[in-house]
């Protein structure tokens, strides 16, 4: 069993950054591959990024590449989201997941959820 505490959010202006952290208790931890998901009103959870659990690979949705970094510290059972350049299309409630199988880009292979954190950017 794996429970995840998602923090960091809040309100920022266009242009600025945030860091997520995903503090996750459980034994396993360092095992699985992890992903952040977000979802805004109205629409989808979506695909942010994933981290794998051993070589620590990355993976990343296009709108997101470039300016979102994953990383994750597997001493601490934490994984980061780190956003700079943050646009109004970025507010949503953001998401972390732990998956029991394989890196996924799909919210329905990840087996444990954080609670969510809001993120909102103003223009």
């Known amino acids: 069993q794996v429970q995840l505490v998602e923090s960091g959010g809040g309100t920022v202006q266009a242009g600025g950054s945030l860091r997520l952290s995903c503090a996750a208790s459980g034994r396993t931890f360092s095992q699985y591959p992890m992903g952040w998901f977000r979802q805004a009103p109205g629409k989808e959870r979506e695909f942010v990024a994933a981290?794998?659990?051993?070589?620590?690979?990355?993976y990343y949705a296009d709108s997101v590449k470039g300016r979102f970094t994953i990383s994750r510290d597997n001493a601490k059972n934490t994984v980061y989201l780190q956003m700079n350049s943050l646009n109004p299309e970025d507010t949503a409630v953001y998401y972390c997941?732990?998956?029991?199988?394989?890196?996924?880009?799909?919210?329905?292979?990840?087996?444990?959820w954080g609670q969510g954190t809001q993120v909102t950017v103003s223009s």
């Open positions: 997941g732990a998956n029991r199988g394989t890196t996924s880009r799909l919210w329905v292979d990840y087996d444990y």
């Open positions: 981290i794998t659990w051993s070589l620590g690979n990355t």
